[in-house]
């Protein structure tokens, strides 16, 4: 037997490796193997306490409050059982007056294996049901059956995560007593009033629980940032045989107090004023008060889906009337380890996400409905969340028990979490549609989706929240959905909906190979992490060239051999690294992170500039680009932007570029080379002044410019330059028939009025067939700066102690893709607000921002840069 002191919220992998049971870090090497024996044990946690006095016996209603239990328990006090938990999400309620006693009680939470649960469960309902709900083969990387417990679907690893199958108590467990009632839940609608739209409405409804069997009388009151908006408002409660009641007011806010319309980032005013409401109930005959206080912000949400060209339908959200484009990527769970998740590590990866111009997360499916911390950060931070459900990429069992777990479990969420303004929509699934239309025939699994997903989810998300749109899965058809009984044989159809798309197979670097959808809420790349990042998880020696067993165990994606692909693709575009130690392996990545930085800068510049939907096919009009994914979940080779523990890779730099307001977006077009003017500012019509310079790989200057000024309007997608191929080599001179190999071309525009400036490279053909001269690059000078521009959000969102750095830097030459970091194990950490950079004209001043206690040498003495002629081949 093992004993160990445990921690909640916590779970049992982090109580036996803190204890020493367990001898090595959780998350190196392959100890995810290693230790997969904990998951197939049960776990026992158990606790005795005091506190338990008489007066707290003396109330009416005492109960256990389990906020969540991962998974599967019993749960006694004093030896008594009183209930039992099957669903990680849901928050139980048992009543414990006649079990606990004055003084010393004893908790106990008995836990199965949860791999050995779903085995057990998928087996007995395939005896039950005769038929399979889904096939799957186990391997030392995976556990199989996940979709038969209600627990974070990618603890049993995913592809680009390891499996770790947590037990343990990962949210509060405690006592709660009450003589009346208790508000468990506020939620909230915020309408425009319309007889005076700058007058707002505030539709707000309290959950309340109460065992009484009686009639209970009453007060409520309802506060806005302190000022009263409902003044001891009597009521008469009469709860429902399960215990329920529910108190209704709509509210047009008073004109003494002025509201300020929240909205997402850098959208209209980009304002996020978020609003303390507070919620009290309170009774005559009683000093009890059950109170509960949300920060809301006033907003109103659609989505828009509206007849196009070629029998498409739009698929765009409007907030406050002002339409969006959707502009950012996809959030997983932040580590495997639930317990391990710290505000600041949150804060830090979503202040990421503002940074690099995004306005929208998606919260993937097979994750964890997130904590609120999470949440209210999205709020303050202005981030619309597209909140999936937590159901995963397989058919689920739809047998009653399995409802009645979803029934609580959705109708829980949804009231815990829909105050929030950022929350834009809820999606039932993610990729389930999908997987049946390519794997399933039979109708019976079609009838199961529909009843979960249609009968029983979208019946309780649209009675519990009017206030956002719901979709059943994504991706998904959007309205058209409906017209196949949400069962679409194509639900990735790019006239309508949401679309997921991969491609590993075509030239990642050209803007032709990607679908033109509506909204593409899944797209995305693999790289490598940075050598600071593996050296958390691996040894030295497993830095090599080629890739070590060690690196290539990390590598999860199933369908294609992972280290191939990135390799493959990599290949593309450069010659890759000779063999050797840890330089050619860190040259490796430094591909590996370029390659993927392009091909979503290609793949994203498309959608912001694809405003126009093609007649003939219905595809095009893009207004949502989200790619795959924001950040890790343990020191990996994946699709992140932002590797496990916070730092960026090259992509999330580019990504500030790609989604900024004002984008010039150069491509080339069969012959010609053209050049988008991208607004998703709210300015009115501005007056541009384009550049495009023609560099010679070998120079510093450019051999030829060409200006002009275009007037352009808001919320716009246009074309500013179009020039045939061989007409730019006429007229910038090209010395020979063709000067592909030999040139660059950098374009920018300003907007002097405003101070708005973009700028842009266009490569003519892949870097390992240009012409590319080694461009010395040397630093001049680093130097602390206070409050450089673009260094860091401003105001309380961001580390008051950040630190900011220029560093300035000269190429003798035209210096492509030059990738700035540090020495390992220096201990310097921050985000560089530009990589992966050209350096034209000779010079470059790029931004680090830091929390670390680095001076200007420090920084000097341990920057390793490297551009394309540095890899060793």
């Not at 009290?280 to 912000?297: N, P």
Request: charged content about 25%; hydrophobic content about 35%; aromatic content about 12%.
């Amino acid at each position: 037997m093992i004993t160990v002191r445990a921690r909640v919220p916590g779970s049992i992998y982090s109580d036996l490796r803190r204890e020493g049971v367990l001898k090595e870090s959780l998350l190196s090497g392959d100890n995810d193997v290693k230790y997969r024996w904990v998951s197939y044990d049960n776990w026992t946690f158990e606790r005795t306490f005091n506190g338990i006095d008489e007066k707290l016996l003396s109330k009416q209603y005492v109960y256990l409050l389990a906020n969540g239990i991962d998974t599967v328990s019993e749960v006694t006090v004093n030896d008594r059982l009183i209930g039992r938990t099957d669903n990680q999400f849901v928050r139980y309620k048992w009543d414990v007056k006649h079990v606990l006693r004055v003084g010393q009680n004893t908790v106990r939470v008995s836990i199965q294996s949860a791999p050995l649960y779903s085995l057990r469960k998928s087996k007995e309902y395939e005896e039950k049901y005769k038929y399979k709900v889904i096939s799957c083969t186990k391997s030392d990387n995976t556990e199989c059956y996940v979709d038969f417990i209600r627990k974070m679907a990618a603890s049993y690893s995913w592809d680009w995560g390891p499996a770790f199958p947590t037990q343990g108590i990962w949210k509060s467990l405690g006592v709660e007593s009450y003589d009346r009632a208790v508000i468990r839940d506020v939620t909230v609608d915020t309408r425009r009033d319309p007889k005076t739209p700058d007058r707002w409405t505030l539709a707000v409804s309290a959950h309340i629980e109460t065992a009484s069997k009686k009639q209970l009388d009453a007060i409520i009151d309802i506060t806005l940032d302190d000022k009263p908006l409902v003044a001891k408002h009597s009521q008469r409660l009469t709860a429902d045989p399960l215990g329920a009641v529910k108190a209704d007011f709509v509210i047009t806010i008073p004109e003494d107090i002025p509201i300020i319309a929240w909205y997402p980032n850098g959208v209209a005013d980009n304002t996020q004023q978020l609003y303390s409401l507070q919620v009290r109930l309170s009774f005559a005959d009683s000093q009890e008060v059950s109170a509960q206080t949300k920060r809301i912000g006033f907003r109103t949400i659609r989505l828009v889906q509206s007849p196009t060209p070629g029998d498409g339908l739009t698929f765009y959200f409007e907030v406050n009337g002002q339409p969006v484009f959707a502009k950012g990527s996809n959030w997983i769970p932040a580590n495997v380890l639930q317990e391990d998740l710290t505000e600041a590590y949150v804060r830090d990866l979503l202040v990421s996400a503002r940074s690099a111009n995004m306005n929208v997360l998606r919260v993937w499916g097979g994750g964890v409905y997130e904590s609120d911390v999470f949440y209210d950060l999205a709020d303050e931070l202005g981030i619309m969340i597209w909140q999936d459900m937590m159901y995963a990429c397989a058919p689920y069992p739809v047998n009653p028990e399995f409802l009645l777990s979803v029934d609580v479990e959705i109708s829980q969420q949804i009231r815990r979490l829909q105050h929030h303004p950022s929350i834009a929509i809820w999606a039932g699934n993610n990729e389930i549609e999908a997987v049946i239309a390519a794997f399933v025939s039979d109708e019976r699994h079609k009838q199961d989706y529909r009843e979960l997903f249609v009968k029983h989810m979208q019946t309780l998300v649209t009675d519990g929240d009017t206030s956002r749109p719901f979709v059943t899965s994504s991706p998904s058809n959007g309205l058209k959905d409906k017209l196949e009984n949400y069962t679409a044989k194509n639900p990735g159809d790019l006239r309508y909906g949401d679309v997921h798309s991969y491609n590993y197979m075509s030239p990642q670097w050209d803007w032709t190979v990607y679908p033109r959808g509506k909204f593409i809420s899944e797209y995305g790349q693999l790289s490598y992490p940075s050598l600071d990042t593996w050296l958390t998880a691996l040894p030295d020696a497993d830095m090599t060239y080629p890739t070590s067993a060690g690196v290539r165990h990390r590598n999860r994606l199933g369908f294609f051999n992972g280290t191939q692909v990135i390799e493959g693709l990599s290949g593309n575009y450069f010659q890759l690294p000779a063999p050797g130690g840890v330089d050619r392996f860190a040259d490796l990545i430094y591909l590996s992170q370029i390659t993927q930085a392009m091909a979503i800068k290609t793949q994203t510049e498309l959608y912001r500039r694809d405003r126009e939907v093609d007649p003939q096919t219905g595809f095009g009009g893009t207004m949502g680009a989200l790619y795959w994914q924001l950040n890790d979940i343990w020191p990996a080779p994946t699709w992140a932007s932002i590797e496990f523990g916070g730092k960026w890779k090259i992509l999330h730099s580019f990504a500030r570029h790609f989604y900024h307001n004002l984008l010039v977006s150069p491509y080339l077009d069969n012959n010609s080379i053209k050049v988008s003017l991208v607004r998703d500012d709210y300015y009115g019509k501005l007056d541009f002044d384009l550049s495009v310079k023609v560099y010679d790989w070998s120079q510093n200057r450019p051999i030829y410019e060409h200006k002009s000024r275009h007037s352009s309007d808001s919320f716009s997608a246009q074309l500013v330059y179009n020039i045939t191929v061989p007409e730019l080599y006429r007229v910038a001179k090209c010395p020979q028939t063709d000067c592909h190999s030999d040139w660059v071309l950098n374009v920018e525009v300003t907007n002097t009025e405003r101070k708005l400036q973009a700028n842009n490279f266009l490569l003519l053909s892949e870097p390992k067939n240009s012409h590319i001269i080694q461009p010395n690059i040397k630093v001049l000078d680093v130097k602390e700066v206070k409050g450089a521009e673009g260094s860091a959000p401003v105001g309380p969102h961001y580390l008051s102690n950040s630190r900011t750095f220029s560093i300035s830097l000269s190429s003798e030459t035209i210096a492509p893709f030059v990738s700035l970091d540090f020495r390992p194990k220096t201990g310097i950490s921050g985000h560089f607000m530009e990589n992966g950079f050209f350096i034209f004209d000779g010079k470059k001043s790029v931004i680090f921002s830091t929390e670390s206690n680095v001076t200007d040498k420090h920084i000097r003495d341990n920057l390793v840069i490297k551009s394309v002629t540095d890899v060793i081949v």
